[in-house]
């Protein structure tokens, strides 16, 4: 039996503007010359290459309008660390359903003129079924090519870096005594900078991981993550690696890499904290220079 594991794995989405017009482009382009290779809807050989672009442009538009609108009205079910290679094909299946219904419009309107091929369901069935099966070629090309390079990319990145801090950190001790003061649910809370590993956040509440916490419970607190960094901006030993994560650097013990980015492992914890992609050029960069 075929082991379908790999798409439960994780997959980036797209989030950043660069990221989506590459993933637009690509595949608009991809079914314009799909079209002048094969002709899967018929036209006569004379005029593919206006009736190609014509598609390419129905597709980039319509691409385009559901990666930037539907994430903007869902964010919850396009979160990356929910996000596998399993959605990503699903996101664009349904994306090429909605080009191969516009195509179905354009075929009736435009090249044949004919209101009642427009109207047919079968027909519309049948151009629907004929993008889908071209987009599903599209959608694993660009799935696993993406894949492959972010994953070979951070885990490069991992190694580098893994291999930098064994050198320099195994006989080196950072400590931080400096003490940070926070003002949450209106009373003061102090922290030893040394004491602070990390902290997390999940909607209005911040939780505090200290390395001298019993049983490493973390100490919880009404706020928002940004106006703890606004504080802790103060101190460079602190990053924050992810829209929901604040590290000490000091702690960091290792990195891993996949599709997704970097993942660190601070000292004494058994969880891994998330890097995202925009954030892994400075992680790298202030890793470096704390170890010089």
Not at 45 to 60: D, H, K, N, T
Not at 104 to 130: C, K, Q
């Amino acid at each position: 039996m075929m082991d379908l594991a790999w798409l439960k794995a994780p997959y980036p989405f797209e989030h950043s503007y660069r990221e989506k017009w590459n993933t637009i482009i690509i595949t608009s382009i991809f079914l314009s010359i799909i079209t002048i290779l094969l002709q899967p809807f018929g036209f006569a050989a004379i005029s593919r290459l206006q009736v190609s672009g014509s598609y390419m442009l129905i597709a980039f538009f319509s691409l385009s309008f559901n990666y930037f609108s539907i994430p903007y009205f869902f964010p919850e079910f396009f979160k990356e660390e929910k996000w596998s290679v399993k959605k990503a094909f699903f996101f664009l299946a349904y994306n090429f359903i909605l080009i191969g219904f516009w195509n179905h419009i354009f075929n009736g309107l435009v090249i044949r003129n004919d209101p009642v091929f427009t109207a047919s369901g079968y027909e519309l069935m049948i151009t629907v079924f004929r993008v889908l099966l071209i987009g599903s070629i599209a959608s694993i090309f660009l799935i696993l090519t993406r894949y492959n390079f972010l994953s070979r990319k951070h885990l490069q990145i991992s190694q580098e870096l893994n291999q930098q801090m064994q050198k320099q950190l195994s006989h080196q001790s950072f400590s931080d005594e400096k003490i940070v003061h926070f003002n949450l649910e209106n009373k003061p809370i102090s922290v030893v900078c040394d004491n602070l590993v990390y902290i997390s956040s999940e909607g209005n509440y911040v939780a505090f991981h200290l390395s001298q916490s019993k049983k490493g419970v973390p100490s919880l607190f009404r706020g928002r993550i940004k106006e703890i960094e606004e504080v802790l901006s103060e101190y460079p030993i602190f990053f924050r690696c992810h829209r929901s994560y604040i590290i000490n650097l000091n702690y960091v013990e290792s990195t891993a890499g996949n599709s997704q980015g970097l993942a660190v492992k601070l000292n004494s914890r058994t969880e891994k904290i998330p890097v995202a992609r925009p954030k892994i050029k400075e992680l790298k960069y202030l890793l470096n220079q704390k170890m010089q």
